[in-house]
Structure formats: C-alpha cells, structure tokens
C-alpha cells in the first residue's frame, strides 16, 4: 500500500498513513496521490478532489511468516498485545492512527506495545520480514505477500468505512487525473477478476 511511482507522465506517491500523502498533494508537490481514509473524512477538502478506489472490508495482522499465529486466521488482537506494534506517526495520517487504537482498545488492547516509528511501510515491512513486530494493513498486503510476511484477517470489528482514496490538488489538470484515475479503474477491475479466478473454488 506504500511507495512512490512515476506513471502516465505523473508524479505519484501512495501509503497507507505512513507519509504525509494528502499534505504532499494540497502543496503541488505531487499530482495524484493514493491515500486511506475513515468514513470518506478528506484532509483539507477545501484544496483537494478524491474519488474512492475500492472499500477496504476488512483489516489484518501483518506477521513474520515465521511468528507462532502465522497460519491462524481470525487473529485474536489480544495475542498480539505484548508483540511491537508498528505505527503510522499520528501527525501523517491522524485519522488512521486513531482508527488502528481505538479498534484495538474495543478488542481489549488498550496499551499496545509500540515498536520504534519509521517513515514507510517499506521499512516497516523489512523489520517484520526480519522477525521484528507487527502491523495492521488493509487488503493489498494480503493479496500480493512480501517474502518473509504473511498477512491474517484480525477478528475485530470496525467501526467505520476505511477506504482507498485517489487525491489530487482542484489545480491539477483534471482530464489527465481523470484519465489515470480511468486507467486504474479498469486495471483494478482485472486484477480483481484475477484474484477470483485464481482462488479455489469453496462449496
């Protein structure tokens, strides 16, 4: 869900809270950026466009493929609370943030242990691939696994609508945005009739 990409003559970065998307595209500093948000809330509406991409149904647990509970489904949050939990710096993505403690404090973790704050998912997902804590992530790291990880659904229940987010500054030129954001629809349809095709069949 994390990094930073050149495509279709934009400049284009994504996360999932770990970086200051949202304040990179009401700046100009990139054309299009890629974000998550709760209930459709949208940092500095007064500047920015978004469109939905896809609505995220669910969250997970993002383990060392090695961890104890690396191949139990329906992962309890409580059996994690004593495991370094790796964070989005609250001031990046303050509405993710407080999504991630609140849900886990309704799941009776009220003092998760903290492991240390590092800028991207990239670098938090080296740390987990090495054996060193855990995090929570949507869906993208649950269809496409980094070696050395494994994601499992958390059995929580959220509160409210995390979705992914296209954003883009209202002076950017919008028929190009509108063309990638086209392009993206259709290539996310795709892979989503890939996924489909791909998973075996559960009467």
């Not at 970065?13 to 998550?36: C, H, K, N, S, Y």
Request: charged share 20%.
């Amino acid at each position: 869900m994390f990094g930073s990409e050149r495509g279709a003559g934009h400049r284009a970065a994504q996360d999932d809270g770990r970086v200051g998307v949202a304040a990179q595209a009401g700046v100009g500093d990139i054309d299009i950026g890629f974000t998550l948000t709760v209930d459709r809330h949208l940092p500095s509406p007064e500047v920015l466009h978004s469109t939905p991409l896809r609505a995220e149904q669910r969250i997970y647990a993002l383990l060392p493929a090695s961890h104890p509970l690396a191949t139990t489904p329906g992962i309890d949050p409580r059996d994690l609370s004593d495991d370094p939990l790796h964070l989005p710096r609250r001031e990046d993505n303050p509405a993710i943030y407080d999504l991630i403690l609140e849900t886990l404090a309704d799941h009776g973790v009220l003092a998760p242990s903290r492991a240390p704050t590092v800028d991207s998912l990239a670098a938090v997902v080296q740390e987990i691939a090495a054996g060193n804590g855990w995090t929570i992530v949507t869906s993208g790291p649950d269809q496409h696994p980094v070696p050395g990880t494994v994601a499992q659904p958390l059995a929580v229940t959220v509160r409210h609508q995390i979705h992914l987010e296209a954003i883009w500054h209202k002076g950017a030129n919008q028929t190009a945005v509108r063309a990638l954001i086209s392009q993206l629809a259709r290539a996310g349809r795709h892979s989503d009739r890939q996924l489909r095709a791909d998973r075996p069949h559960r009467g």
